[in-house]
């Protein structure tokens, strides 16, 4: 919320919350296409990569799409796609490239 509070879009009609409305299988191929890697879409500071990968587990790109399709957790977010560009994060630096986006 901070950071979507920040850009100034939080009371946009395009946003969705993924906790409530898991992103769709379109949705999640469409970000694949951009970023051609599931891996990239991975939100690597969740609970749920933490603890797969604290047993050890072996991630291939098809562990990665389940992880997507099945966790909403596991998805790096904010995703913000404006004038057909794709900003997946949230660092400093993308966050600037999406205001930047956002206001011009």
Request: aromatic letters at 10%.
């Amino acid at each position: 919320m901070r950071i979507i509070n920040s850009l100034g879009i939080q009371n946009a009609a395009y946003l969705q919350d993924v906790k409530q409305h898991k992103a769709t299988a379109k949705q999640l191929d469409f970000l694949y296409n951009y970023t051609n890697s599931y891996e990239a879409l991975i939100n690597k500071r969740g609970r749920v990569y933490a603890q797969l990968k604290k047993e050890g587990a072996d991630f291939t790109e098809a562990i990665y799409k389940q992880l997507l399709e099945q966790e909403y957790s596991c998805l790096k977010r904010p995703i913000l796609i404006w004038n057909n560009k794709v900003f997946l994060g949230n660092s400093k630096d993308t966050i600037e490239q999406m205001k930047h986006a956002l206001n011009g």
